[in-house]
Every structure is written in C-alpha cells, then in structure tokens.
C-alpha cells in the first residue's frame, strides 16, 4: 500500500518528503522541459540534488487537479539563486519527486 499525504500538505512535511527522496535518485524524476532548461541553463543533476537536499520552499506546496503537490524551492549555485520547481505524487512503489523545471538566475 502506498503513503498517503496529508491534506493539506504543510510546508514542513512537504520539505520533509523532498529531503528523504533527494537522498534516493531512482525516485526522481525530469520532465522533458526540465531537461532541456538545465542544459539551456548549465545546471547539472548534482546541483538539483544539492537544491532539494539543503535549499527552503519558496512557493507552495499547492495541490494540483492531477492531485500532485507542486513546490518551488530554491537554493544558491555558484553564488547565484537557483530554484527547482517540482512535484511530490504517489505512484504503486510509493512517493516520488518530478523536476518540471530549473531556473538559474545570473547573480
């Protein structure tokens, strides 16, 4: 049986579930777009990483009509901000993360 997510999700929980699954990569996965804005952008799989793992949720979480929790968190790359935007969902295995997108700004 998969976890179920509290509703709503509050902020701490939601870090709390980004935290964990930043720890375990075979439960993360890039949308298409993200893949081709981290390239665009020169940001790696380590730096998103790195993002989930130590960064604060600046938007969200918000439930979306798919009934995933979208989040923004951000964090510092080189000096200058960077934030992820990303979605915590549930599937048979359990919880997992999708990056929709990464967005790198100049410092």
């Not at 509050?10 to 298409?32: C, D, G, H, M, T």
């Not at 130590?54 to 989040?71: A, M, N, S, V």
Request: net charge positive.
């Amino acid at each position: 049986m998969s976890p179920l997510l509290p509703f709503p999700l509050p902020k701490n929980k939601a870090l709390e579930i980004i935290r964990e699954l930043s720890q375990v990569s075979a439960r993360i996965f890039y949308s298409p777009h993200a893949k081709a804005r981290m390239i665009e952008r020169g940001v790696t799989m380590p730096d998103v990483m790195d993002c989930l793992g130590k960064g604060h949720i600046t938007e969200g979480p918000f439930q979306q009509p798919g009934g995933d929790w979208r989040f923004t968190i951000s964090w510092f790359r080189a000096g200058s901000p960077l934030q992820i935007v990303g979605a915590i969902d549930i599937d048979h295995d359990g919880t997992f993360l999708v990056i929709v997108t990464a967005i790198q700004k100049k410092g």
